[in-house]
């Protein structure tokens, strides 16, 4: 009896042990950030209440995208399952928000549903191509990190032009911001798609 509890402890130690390794504590639970925040964050935007609470959330929830990639190097402790981990967590965030903002919000409705869609269908594409090959596959060439840059400030200003309507800076910068978080989706969807002819110039 007391051999075999031994061996399933030390079992259980061993596994925990390939989970530490493969998903690095510390910048998975800053990755958890954004998806934890954003039930509230969402659910409060879409019914305009506690617009400046929104607006720290939203902020907290972006500067997480920043702080887990900075810690995970910073600790020596970039592995693929954070990079996958940090990648859905992006999608899911910005997604759901920018479909709120169709509905609510100061962002025109037709930039936030373009960019809603980009980054719903990226993580969709990814999602299928994942399940075909049978293991997780993330990809995230140069368009898309723009397109992450400038979605994570487009969500800041439109949270930050409710929270305090009367900073004209917000307003400023939430139309300037739409155009070129507009743009950097199309260089995004551009980037995904010459590294999928890559793939299948590679493969053919």
Not at 34 to 63: E, H, K, M, Q, Y
């Amino acid at each position: 009896m007391n051999e075999a509890v031994t061996q399933a402890s030390s079992a259980i130690r061993k596994r925990a042990g390939e989970l530490r390794e493969s998903l690095p504590l510390a910048p998975a639970l800053v990755s958890w950030v954004r998806i934890l925040l954003l039930p509230p964050a969402a659910v409060l935007l879409s019914t305009g209440s506690g617009n400046v609470l929104v607006f720290w959330l939203v902020l907290a929830a972006s500067l997480s995208d920043y702080f887990d990639g900075w810690l995970a190097r910073r600790l020596k402790r970039t592995t693929y399952a954070g990079k996958i981990l940090d990648f859905i967590a992006d999608k899911f965030f910005l997604g759901v928000m920018f479909l709120v903002l169709t509905r609510t919000g100061p962002v025109n409705p037709t930039a936030a549903a373009v960019i809603a869609s980009y980054h719903l269908l990226v993580l969709l594409v990814t999602a299928a191509i994942s399940w075909s090959v049978s293991r997780a596959v993330v990809a995230i060439p140069t368009g898309e990190r723009v397109v992450l840059i400038f979605s994570y400030m487009l969500v800041v200003v439109a949270a930050g032009r409710m929270a305090f309507p009367h900073k004209g800076i917000f307003h400023t910068l939430s139309t300037a911001g739409s155009v070129l978080a507009v743009c950097a989706v199309f260089f995004g969807a551009i980037s995904y798609l010459r590294l999928i002819r890559r793939l299948l110039t590679r493969f053919r």
